[in-house]
Structure formats: C-alpha cells, structure tokens
C-alpha cells in the first residue's frame, strides 16, 4: 500500500499523533461488499494516518439510509428512517476528516453531496466556546475517476467543508483519474498483467502524502492550541442584547 518514501516518512516521525481521531467517508455509489476505486486511494492516507497511531473510522455513506435533508436527524421532519445521527457521533469526534468521492459528469457523487447537505444540517450548533461545532476541526478530499474534474471537485468540496467551520490545510485534496474519457479508474488491474492503474503514479503519491501529513500536522497544531482563538468569531457575540456598544454613532 504505501512505497519506501511513505514507509520511512511514518518510521522516522517523531511527532506524537497518537491522541488524534480520523474519520474517512467514501461517497462511492456502489454499496459493500462491492469493490470500490475511491477505497483504494483512501486507503493510502489510512495507511499513514495507522501507521503514526491515528484512531481511525471508516463510513461507507451509500451503506446506510441516509435522508434527504439540512436537519441533524430527518426522521423529526417525517423521515421513516435516517442512520445520519449515529454517523453524526463519529463526525462530531473526529479531529480529522478526508471525505472521499468519484467524479460522475464532472461534478462529485449524489452521495457526497448529500454527505455535504447533512454536515450544513449541524452548521448552527456551537461548542462551549460560542463557535460553530466544526471548530478546530482540518478536513480534506480524495478524488478518483476516469475523466477530468480532480481541481473542480475538490473546490467544492474543500469549500464547503471550511464553510461550516472545518480548517483546511495546504494541498488538502488528491486523486487520480487517469487518461480522459472511458477507461481503467484507480486500482484496476491493467491490461498487460504488470501492476495496477495509478499505484505508481508520483503525482498521486506524493499529494496524498502531503494531504494526510498537512492535515496531521494541522490537526496537531489546533488540539495542542486548545482550538481557534474564540475572540472575534464566538457566535454569542451576535445573540439579541449581546453585541458591544459600536463606539461611533455612525456604527449604530
């Protein structure tokens, strides 16, 4: 899974990440126990987040019934069932998230995007220090196909993500589509027997490993600071009755 530059990355870090928590939510269209392109490259920033003794969680988003909608739990809005507030546990303890998806007609999955609707669903709760929940919290993407869109769709992913409040490191997406139009996606096996589809590829390697890296790094930096400075950002501040006194009139 990981090459001898990965390998020797994780065995001579001398960064303690051990008390961190990673959540990876593959927003493939294909249900378990169906092979699945975009788990293959995730599983190379799984591998470094272990390997440094990162906690980490795997969701299969299109495993479960997830509701339509922009509330914490859809089944309070007529939902016969919404398996969103269990996934929500593993969110809301996670220092780190790397949302993973394929390209489908240039844009993300359905799935992601329904992924990105349920997270804005918790976009006005708060942590105990007046900011929104996502505080403190680094996320980054994964894309995998066989046709152009890498840059666009983490765009809007990364976008929403810092968005509701998550921080986004440097070079905090990576992927791999291969040549444009149909074709052989990540990991399948090619044609002549020797190796798989974008396993040596240096672009993607390397990105991914910058990506798992910056977003430990970041999640490292955050949890050592006690977050993000309250000042300034607290939604208290904004409640009736709460503001400061503007000190011209001209501001009133």
């Given at each position: 899974m990981l090459d001898d530059t990965q390998r020797k990355l994780c065995d001579d870090n001398t960064t303690d990440f051990s008390d961190l928590k990673a959540l990876t939510i593959n927003c493939t269209l294909k249900p378990s126990p169906g092979g699945s392109h975009t788990d293959k490259l995730l599983g190379v920033a799984e591998a470094?987040?272990?390997?440094?003794?990162?906690?980490?969680?795997?969701?299969?988003?299109?495993?479960?019934?997830?509701?339509?909608?922009?509330?914490?739990?859809?089944?309070?809005?007529?939902?016969?069932?919404?398996?969103?507030?269990?996934?929500?546990?593993?969110?809301?303890?996670?220092?780190?998230?790397?949302?993973?998806?394929?390209?489908w007609l240039g844009e993300k999955s359905s799935v992601c995007q329904r992924l990105i609707e349920r997270l804005y669903a918790h976009s006005g709760q708060t942590n105990d220090k007046g900011q929104y929940v996502f505080y403190g919290k680094v996320g980054g993407c994964i894309v995998t196909g066989n046709e152009d869109g890498i840059k666009h769709v983490g765009m809007g992913v990364l976008y929403s993500l810092q968005h509701v409040g998550y921080t986004i490191p440097p070079?905090?997406?990576?992927?791999?589509?291969?040549?444009?139009?149909?074709?052989?996606?990540?990991?399948?096996?090619?044609?002549?027997?020797?190796?798989?589809?974008?396993?040596?590829?240096?672009?993607?390697?390397?990105?991914?490993?910058?990506?798992?890296?910056?977003l430990m790094h970041m999640a490292r930096m955050l949890k050592d600071a006690g977050g993000i400075p309250a000042w300034g950002n607290s939604v208290d501040l904004w409640q009736e009755g709460r503001r400061f006194d503007a000190p011209n009139p001209e501001y009133r």
């Open positions: 470094i987040l272990v390997r440094n003794e990162v906690t980490l969680e795997q969701v299969r988003l299109v495993d479960h019934t997830i509701a339509p909608g922009v509330y914490p739990d859809m089944t309070e809005q007529g939902a016969e069932r919404d398996d969103w507030p269990a996934i929500w546990k593993k969110v809301e303890a996670a220092d780190i998230l790397i949302v993973g998806t394929p390209i070079q905090a997406d990576a992927g791999w589509v291969g040549e444009a139009g149909p074709g052989p996606s990540y990991g399948d096996a090619r044609e002549d027997g020797q190796g798989y589809e974008g396993f040596d590829n240096d672009f993607t390697r390397r990105n991914t490993t910058f990506m798992t890296w910056n």
